[in-house]
């Protein structure tokens, strides 16, 4: 009888870890990088590295978590440049709102894919990207940033079509 109420102690305390862990894994699925290209949009590279991979997860699932907090800012998109700004930018906008979105080694297709939940999702009042490096690096063709670049601002046009989109220009590379 002890051995019956110790075993089910123990089963009702695991329960619970179970459902965070479980919760935990359909949240990095949800922000895992597809597999495949198959049916995504844009063209050109989608960065596959462990070390992206991990990164790619770790932020957007961060990002997920304050979707209401940052509603209505001036959000930044883009890739290690963008990153190393920091989350809040260190206040280098003064009482302006802004979230950073960006992810070191992303490629502007990797943008393209992750847009609607990490962007438009926070019903930006403006968006500031920087973009391209890691397609030079990942040896894409001109045409396919500029073609991926083209999709990223019809999509933010079509969800507000007076927002102000800068477009930031790459560095020499």
Known sequence: ????????????????????????????????????????????PIRRYDWFRNLWQAKRSGWAKQVERDQNAVVFLGDSITQGWGDTMSG?????????????????????????????????????????????EEQAEPETIAANVKLIIAALKEHNGSMPILLCKVFPS
């Open 92 to 136: 280098s906008f003064g009482d302006l709102k802004v979230a950073n979105r960006g992810i070191s080694g992303d490629t502007t297709r990797g943008m393209l894919i992750r847009l609607q939940e990490d962007v438009l999702s926070l019903n930006p009042r403006a968006v500031v990207m920087l973009m391209g490096t890691n397609d030079l």
């Open 1 to 44: 009888m002890k051995r019956s109420t110790t075993l089910l102690l123990a089963f009702l305390l695991w329960m619970p870890g179970l459902a965070t862990v479980r919760a935990a894994d359909e949240t990095a699925g949800k922000f895992a990088i597809p597999a495949t290209d198959d049916g995504l949009p844009g063209a050109g």
